[in-house]
């Protein structure tokens, strides 16, 4: 397997050191070592001394939800996030990848979506209809909320109504990329996507991103790729916060105690932190997770479902779970596929809203 020097020395660093063993996520939903940096690390080492071969570890290598979190621990600076993608291009130029990968990647690049799903809900359809006229802001909705959680992109369109913001919605909109980065990484199938996404998003002046892992992508990831865009790119989050402090979005306040789930991407990636909570308090009695901000524990995701789904509702469950234990009965979050992830598990002591919902309430849902 032909990886990099400095891949190389993150993975000998991380192979016998357990610093962010209690983090992983992952780790924690399943119980089992394999699924934790180190023994990724490990694994990888085998295959580089030819221990063992490549196809031995992916579906190791494809556990990592590469939410950070272990990066984030490090004291040391090494980086199990970086090593683990630049595995998963590796495989993907050597054609060792699982198969149930090699579907997600094909439905990338041949349908736009890694979910294989080629038309969207009616009633989004119509909604962004309504929005076809050109304006100078776009809202980019993602292929998450496009194709998987329609309801949320309709609440997402609703929001800016209320707010009377003049924007446009594109019913052929292009991928981010952020798929096939997660899948295969910096492999030119990705920049290629990428590079078709700016140049949409050049035709506008501001950029709305709805979903915080495009936001993460476009804001940050397209710089490794050196794809640039001329657009003011701004999470959805940060354009509420504003259209709340300019009076153009109406806030009432209601007594409801909530907590926050930090996405990751937001969080830890864009450090974005006091947006969402500005946006929140404006609406309810926030209260923290005991794991909040830099320090946040993922709920889970949708491509991540496709091919591990016992796995995500554990890590669903397991942050619900959190929220039990610090008494608190509501989460809300701001981020579609946490959204969707937390709301497979089926339960019903603990409430969970997405930001839209908040804002919308129960007579405008």
């Not at 209320?162 to 594109?170: G, I, P, Q, R, Y």
């Amino acid at each position: 397997m032909i990886i990099s020097e400095k891949c190389k020395q993150h993975v000998d660093s991380c192979r016998f050191c357990w610093m962010c063993h209690h983090i992983c996520p992952i780790g924690n939903a399943t119980g089992h070592e394999r699924s934790t940096a180190r023994a990724r690390a490990l694994g990888i080492s085998l295959v580089n001394r030819g221990a063992i071969p490549l196809e031995e570890i992916m579906d190791n290598i494809y556990e990592c939800c590469t939410c950070g979190a272990c990066v984030h621990d490090c004291t040391t600076g090494w980086d199990p996030v970086m090593f683990t993608k630049e595995v998963r291009l590796q495989a993907a130029l050597d054609n060792k990848l699982p198969d149930y990968i090699n579907t997600l990647v094909d439905n990338c690049l041949e349908i736009g979506n890694a979910y294989g799903v080629k038309t969207i809900d009616k009633e989004l359809q119509k909604a962004i209809k309504n929005h076809s006229k050109k304006t100078d802001t776009l809202l980019l909705l993602g292929v998450d909320a496009r194709f998987m959680v329609a309801d949320q992109a309709l609440k997402a369109i609703k929001v800016l109504e209320k707010a009377n913001v003049d924007f446009t919605v594109l019913e052929d909109e292009v991928s981010s990329g952020a798929q096939l980065d997660f899948l295969i990484g910096a492999a030119d199938e990705t920049k290629q996507q990428m590079l078709s996404c700016a140049k949409m998003l050049d035709e506008y002046k501001k950029v709305v991103v709805y979903d915080p892992n495009d936001a993460k992508t476009i804001k940050q990831t397209y710089g490794e790729y050196s794809v640039e865009t001329k657009a003011e790119v701004v999470t959805f989050t940060s354009f509420l916060a504003d259209l709340l402090e300019n009076g153009k979005l109406k806030a009432n306040k209601s007594n409801k105690t909530v907590v926050y789930q930090d996405p990751y991407q937001l969080s830890r990636d864009l450090e974005e932190t006091d947006e969402p909570r500005k946006v929140i308090s404006s609406f309810a009695l926030l209260h923290e997770m005991l794991l909040n901000k830099g320090e946040t524990v993922w709920a889970g995701n949708i491509l991540m479902a496709k091919y591990l789904p016992d796995v995500i509702k554990n890590v669903s469950k397991r942050r619900l779970f959190n929220v039990k234990s610090i008494g608190e009965s509501t989460i809300v979050t701001a981020c579609v596929s946490e959204y969707f992830a937390l709301k497979q598990v089926k339960q019903n002591e603990i409430e969970i809203l997405s930001i839209e919902d908040l804002i919308l309430g129960k007579e405008e849902i």
